[in-house]
């Protein structure tokens, strides 16, 4: 059964950076295009970035591009999100989602969900 399990998430100040982690296990992590999503309070899941396979294509959502970096480690079967000059629009919890098929912005092309970390930017 694959899982996936976010950490690292925590509260910072604006203008901080922070990296939150996604550790897969059930499965090896090369078998997986990955991304990232976030959630805040009354809104809709959002796209933040994605990742092929070997990790030499990425993805952004205009909203993090500059600040926000995907990467992996297939090796430690981990994701990371690298998130630097941190805005208080950026609270939200964070996903990470695991697709067979495609690195892509769109939920739906994702298999696997983590149950999130909650990252939070005071102003």
């Known amino acids: 059964q694959v899982q996936l399990v976010e950490s690292g998430g925590g509260m910072v100040q604006a203008g901080d950076s922070l990296r939150v982690s996604c550790a897969v296990s059930?499965?090896?992590?090369?078998?997986?295009?990955m991304g990232w999503f976030r959630q805040a309070p009354d809104k809709e899941r959002e796209f933040v970035a994605a990742?092929?396979?070997?990790?030499?294509?990425?993805l952004y959502a205009d909203s993090v591009k500059g600040r926000f970096t995907i990467s992996r480690d297939n090796a430690k079967n981990t994701v990371y999100l690298q998130m630097n000059s941190l805005k208080p629009e950026d609270t939200a919890v964070y996903y990470c989602?695991?697709?067979?098929?495609?690195?892509?912005?769109?939920?739906?092309?994702?298999?696997?969900w983590g149950r999130g970390t909650q990252v939070t930017v005071s102003s």
């Open positions: 059930g499965s090896a992590l090369s078998s997986f295009a």
């Open positions: 990742i092929g396979r070997s990790g030499t294509t990425t």
């Open positions: 989602a695991a697709s067979y098929t495609v690195y892509a912005s769109r939920s739906t092309e994702y298999n696997f």
